[in-house]
């Protein structure tokens, strides 16, 4: 029994904490909330403090920047194009800015999967089921996503945003496309600074 036991703790100990780690992240479900609709888009976000960019981390790619996700229109959504899942959405926050906007709180998103324009083609191709989302490196939480074409709403607890800093969205499972297995996201709005 007792070598039984070394060899666990042993291989464990190869593992690694980060596995331990992943597999206790707290869960953060998504709240569904309003429509999608072009006449609700804009509006505060985290941009009044924080301007980022969104670079899509493909699995052996370069990285690849995103425009489409935070464009205020429900009429382009972001393909991802890696068919399966594994990529990441790194969202980073500018080197320069004032140095009193440091410690701005960041507390969360608003996400919209699928595409939505028009709404028959919502599940054409795959949408986000649950992500890993990650500050700085450091995993945080898992999210689970519902199978709509509605805003979902992700909040966490506040974290201090400074200059530099990046959040990562890891895409780990889906919903399966009716017609592509690549994922499609209409909008994704990083919320905090209000």
């Known amino acids: 029994m007792r070598i039984r036991i070394r060899k666990f703790l042993f ?3 190869l593992l690694g904490p980060s596995l331990l780690c992943a597999q206790s992240l707290p869960t953060v479900k998504a709240t569904v909330g309003r429509p999608v ?3 609700l888009m804009g509006g505060c976000s985290m941009r009044c403090a924080f301007p ?3 670079t899509a981390l493909l699995p ?6 995103v425009y489409t996700l935070d464009d ?3 009429s382009t959504a972001w ?5 399966a899942v594994g990529t990441k959405l790194q969202f980073q926050f500018p080197a320069k800015l004032p140095s ?4 701005t709180p960041f507390y969360g998103f608003n996400f919209s999967s699928g595409t939505i324009m028009p709404i028959e083609t919502f599940k054409d191709y795959a949408r986000v089921k649950k992500a890993r989302i990650s500050y700085n490196g450091k995993p945080l939480y898992f999210v689970k996503f519902a199978d709509t074409y509605r805003w979902q709403d992700v909040f ?6 400074s200059q530099g800093d990046t959040m990562t969205f890891e895409i780990l499972e889906v919903y399966p496309g009716k017609k592509h297995s690549n994922v499609a996201i209409t909008e994704f709005i990083l919320q905090g600074a209000h």
């Open 11 to 13: 291989i464990g100990a």
């Open 37 to 39: 609709i072009q006449e």
């Open 52 to 54: 980022w960019t969104t």
């Open 60 to 65: 052996g790619k370069p990285p690849l920047a």
């Open 72 to 74: 205020s229109s429900v």
């Open 79 to 83: 393909i991802d194009p890696n068919p």
């Open 100 to 103: 009193e906007l440091n410690q």
């Open 156 to 161: 966490f607890d506040d974290i201090p945003a």
